[in-house]
């Protein structure tokens, strides 16, 4: 059972928007910033948002990322093929003195 | 260009020990906090511990306290992982990851992962 919850599956077409939440609690998301990351298959993880709402450089502005009190979102708009890995968000958490993750979402673009 | 590249992975009996490197390249390792972070096969991603720049703060996943520890040294750019009495529920691929010169602020860059395997 992972800290930080988010939905085991989205889907969504070729062009359409998804959002993907993360729901945290007080020691991690509601006191520091949340960071979104990709992971395709086989591949290591990679940083996709940090700060809440920032995105690293060559990464495309159809990502976005939010955070309002205990959560935390990531919306993709314009999905694409290549779009379908699995997302996790992360952030620290100062009770456990930790990285905490979510389960992780498998998106599947349709 | 940063890289990570880890080494030390392999197959274990319950109760073994390893112990993981990696090298990191194309920035200031001395800079940065510094982690390991695991993935069950199938499974998501497990924090399992992290270390300041000097070295002066560690902070441990809980079910690894006592078993594992990490150490850097500055002056080779690489960072360790020490793994003891390692348990079935161990086997992941290990990730070393940079994070940032804050504690807390984000994980940046992460290596292609060594593969550990602890069974009989």
């Known amino acids: 059972q992972s800290v930080l919850t988010q939905p085991p599956s989205a889907s969504g077409t070729p062009g359409q928007r998804v959002t993907i939440s993360c729901s945290g609690s007080?020691?991690?998301?509601?006191?520091?910033?949340a960071n979104w990351y990709q992971q395709l298959p086989g591949m290591a993880p990679k940083l996709l948002i940090y700060g809440n709402n920032q995105r690293p450089s060559g990464v495309p502005d159809r990502f976005s990322g939010s955070k309002s009190g205990t959560s935390a979102s990531l919306a993709i708009s314009g999905l694409q093929s290549e779009d379908e890995a699995d997302y996790y968000c992360a952030t620290w958490d100062d009770s456990l003195k930790g990285w905490v993750f979510g389960g992780g979402t498998k998106l599947t673009v349709l | 260009e940063v890289q990570l590249v880890e080494s030390g992975g392999g197959l274990v009996q319950p109760g073994g020990s390893l112990r993981l490197s990696c090298v990191g390249s194309?920035?200031?390792?001395?800079?940065?906090?510094m982690n390991w972070v695991r993935q069950a096969p199938g499974r998501g991603l497990q924090w399992v511990a992290n270390i300041k720049q000097d070295g002066s703060k560690k902070y441990f996943l809980d079910s690894v306290k006592g078993r594992f520890t990490i150490s850097r040294d500055n002056a080779k750019n690489s960072l360790y992982l020490q793994m003891k009495n390692l348990r079935a529920e161990d086997t992941a691929i290990y990730y070393c990851a940079r994070d940032s010169i804050l504690l807390g602020g984000v994980i940046f860059d992460w290596g292609m992962g060594t593969l550990v395997t602890v069974s009989p």
């Open positions: 007080s020691s991690n998301i509601g006191r520091n910033i």
């Open positions: 194309g920035f200031a390792f001395s800079n940065y906090w």
